[in-house]
């Protein structure tokens, strides 16, 4: 509300609207008195009272001139809007329960398009677009610090252009109460996000919130474009062989952290006189070299994964194990590169039936357990004699080799 008040845009806006002369305007603003606040407390008097003789000496004064009497009225009409202004201004401020929907002070749309166009004259070498100017909600969002004197962090994902802002807006109904206890029902905005995933995206969102901070007079564009521009810098530089580089995630969180530290140093003081530095300027100048929040773009060491042990380019074939205490044959597994060990096997003998099918072993002395009939291939091999080019489905010991 207070920037209604101290608004001149708002003010001549407002005066053109009801039918003030221009000529009346230009004399109030060369006086200084074209603001609602001002106006309200220029002379002694009340809206209320019958007796109009302060409030036409006042404009005598003003105008160096008596104005009409159809000037008169829209004079009053002015005057009565200003001093209405002026109390509710002081009525939401002493209130301990405001009402949610007015939770967020918003600029009015004069003074908004007055800022608007002296910050594109200011800052010629930017492209204003719907898609690169920052929304009316973030704007007021940093308003309403400069009104309460606390900074709080607007993380990047609310940090939405004026083009996603009109094709998103949403209207949520709440229920309050006022000051005699009875029910109120109105509508709030709801919170507007936008993408800031990826390296582009976060230095739009962060480019608009600098923006934003201009035009709500809380920071200078260039004290807070100059963070940003630090910030992304660090993703170009090379680091020591075994750091990573420095991520995204380490970007946001220096960010945040370095407002939480110019929140405590500016907490009630984040305006200033005009022509004077914002206390906000001088903090994020004083901050950005300090050691609190250059930790966080230290570089992290790089996490090696653990690689499995390379695989041989051939399988050795591997021979079935014989049980202990088997007489004529060893344990004997082949050896690299296919060469078999020493087996212990009868003369004539072999480990492959004609098909190159593995052969049991056991079976050969009647030691293995294997249930099935003869011929069958248990876990160690087939059931055959391994009498080479024999392979009767008998055992080694049994087989007479010419049935």
Known sequence: MSSSLDSTAAFSDRAEQIGVEKWIIDKFKQKKFATFGRLAFAFPHSPQSSDDAPFKRFLADVLEDNPSDDQMATLRRLFFESHTMAITDVRLRTESDPDPAQATRRMPTA????????????????????????????????????????????????????????????????????????????????????????????????????????????????????????????????????????????????????????????????????????????????????????????????????????????????????????KGQGKGPQGKGGSPNKLQLPEGCTTYDSENRPLCFAFQNGRCKFKGPPGKRCARGYHKCYKQNCFRPKPYYLCNHAD
């Open 111 to 326: 003074e908004r398009v007055a800022r608007q166009q002296e910050q594109e004259k200011r800052l010629g070498g930017l492209i204003f677009n719907p898609n690169t100017i920052p929304s009316n909600h973030l704007v007021d969002m940093f308003v309403e610090m400069c009104e309460t004197g606390i900074l709080t962090y607007v993380k990047a994902e609310h940090c939405c252009s004026r083009a996603q802002e009109v094709e998103s807006i949403k209207k949520d109904t709440s229920i309050s109460t006022d000051p005699s206890g009875l029910l109120k029902l109105s509508t709030k905005q709801g919170d507007q996000s936008c993408d800031a995933g990826s390296e582009l995206k976060l230095r739009g969102a962060w480019q608009r919130r600098s923006l934003a901070m201009d035009l709500a007079g809380i920071a200078s564009f260039e004290t807070m474009e100059t963070w940003a521009q630090f910030l992304f810098q660090q993703l170009l530089r090379d680091q020591p062989k075994g750091f990573a580089k420095i991520s995204l995630q380490q970007l946001v969180d220096c960010d945040r952290n370095l407002f939480i530290l110019a929140s405590h140093l500016t907490m009630g003081k984040l305006t200033s006189p005009a022509g004077e530095e914002k206390p906000l300027d001088q903090a994020v100048k004083k901050l950005k070299d300090s050691t609190e929040v250059l930790q966080y773009l230290a570089p992290l060491p790089v996490q090696r994964a653990h690689e499995s042990p390379a695989q041989p380019a051939t399988r050795p074939n591997k021979v079935q194990k014989v049980e202990k205490g088997g």
